[in-house]
């Protein structure tokens, strides 16, 4: 089984990617959404947050306020890595097992979708490494609407995560959104095409059938 890490900053377009994936039935575990599920109210992450990030992170019933949190880790790296340091292992741990059971089912080709993979031991589950591009201000805008923020809340956050040229000197796979949608899901079929055959070819799997 071949396993491919498709990351990307916010804004790049990377779940429209992801989606052309799921859609030729290719088993994918999202791990931002992971990052999400180990949030809900009653997660013991919580009380761990609030003490670094302050109470006032948890409303009033337990849960959290994801866009109060995401303002203060994203304002300086510290606290970008102070966040990371937290919820990662637990995101690992979770990607790891869909993983195997991805592989006992006989899959070609498993994908983790996560923003952040590069220099995490989530890059070391991947066999490739894609890295979806936008242009900045098309990310920019994509974010603030996305979010209903500001255009500079939204720069802030884009520049307070791994910059662009780090994530592209480890990848072996880029694909540019910098045209139409089109472009960009064509793009990301052939190479799902590609990866689901070199996965099959690994596993001794005759693809003439």
Do not use: W
Request: net charge negative; glycine share 8%; charged share 25%.
């Amino acid at each position: 089984m071949i396993t491919l890490g498709v990351t990307g900053r916010s804004g790049c377009g990377k779940s429209t990617v992801t989606a052309v994936f799921a859609a030729h039935g290719v088993p994918l575990v999202d791990a931002d959404q992971i990052s999400r599920e180990i949030l809900l109210p009653g997660s013991p992450l919580l009380p761990v947050l609030a003490q670094r990030f302050g109470a006032d992170i948890l409303y009033a019933d337990g849960s959290l306020n994801r866009r109060l949190l995401a303002d203060r880790a994203f304002a300086a790296p510290e606290g970008k890595a102070a966040l990371d340091s937290l919820v990662l292992p637990e995101i690992i741990r979770r990607v790891c097992r869909l993983k195997q059971a991805a592989r006992e089912a006989g899959a070609p080709l498993f994908v983790i979708d996560g923003a952040v993979i590069v220099g995490t031991d989530a890059e070391k589950e991947c066999d490739h490494l894609c890295v979806v591009t936008a242009p900045f201000a098309t990310s920019v805008a994509r974010i603030a609407a996305r979010d209903g923020i500001a255009p500079e809340m939204a720069a802030r956050r884009l520049n307070a995560q791994t910059p662009e040229e780090v994530l592209l000197a480890r990848a072996d796979l880029v694909l540019r959104n910098d045209a139409d949608l089109a472009s960009l899901e064509a793009a990301a079929a052939a190479l799902c095409e590609q990866l689901q055959a070199e996965g099959a070819r690994k596993g001794g799997v005759d693809t003439s059938l």
